[in-house]
């Protein structure tokens, strides 16, 4: 069975493109960051699985839930809750669109098809739709040793010329690498660390 992230690339890219073509970018956007933080609550996700509970009213409840207490000017108790999550940064005395008719229905269908459970997923490949449209790219280093000014800008002047896109570089640091680094940039791995090339040679030795 394929995994989590490659059941999302479809539905993410079908949101992206009618998003852009329609002007919606930051509101479906907003809705998804919003609906996958909702997903990955335990009760929520639990509640999902209920085969008692149709189709029809899950997608509803999210998209009420977004309505009622984000689309709104009121400083509710659950904003300030998303606002203290990670990577939420929704300001709690703004009011934000209520869910489109057009993604009220991508949420419908999400949920006809038992995907509801995808929406993390597809929030993260929806964000990389639109880092790509704006030529932006998140570049995730993890080092054994932190990088040096010199090194940073290598890295991110290769990947930029080897991406075609500005690059955002994030960065870690991890001992285990020995030296090194690894590159994660969306689903592609660069592994150049001492730990990898070790690991290469025990496999090619054991072949």
Known sequence: MAD????????AKAAFDYANENGAVTEW?????VASTVVNDKSFSTWLDNPAVSAEH?????????DTQVASANDSAFKQLLGGAQEVNLDSNTSYPKVSVALSNFVKQLSEQERLALLP?????????KAISL????????????LTDDQRQM???RLAASLNASVVIHESVD?????????????KVIDDSM?????QLKTQLTA
Request: glycine share 4%; hydrophobic share 40%; no cysteine.
């Open 58 to 66: 899950k997608s509803a409840a999210l998209v009420d839930l977004y």
């Open 29 to 33: 956007e907003n809705f998804l960051l």
């Open 135 to 146: 030529k932006q790219l998140d570049a995730y280093v993890t080092s054994a040793y932190p």
């Open 4 to 11: 989590l992230s490659t059941l999302a690339r479809p539905y």
């Open 121 to 129: 997923e597809v929030y993260e490949h929806y964000r990389r739709h």
């Open 155 to 157: 890295i991110k002047t």
């Open 195 to 199: 730990r990898g090339k070790l690991q």
């Open 175 to 187: 001992p285990s690498l020995l030296a090194g680094a690894t590159i994660k940039v969306g689903d």
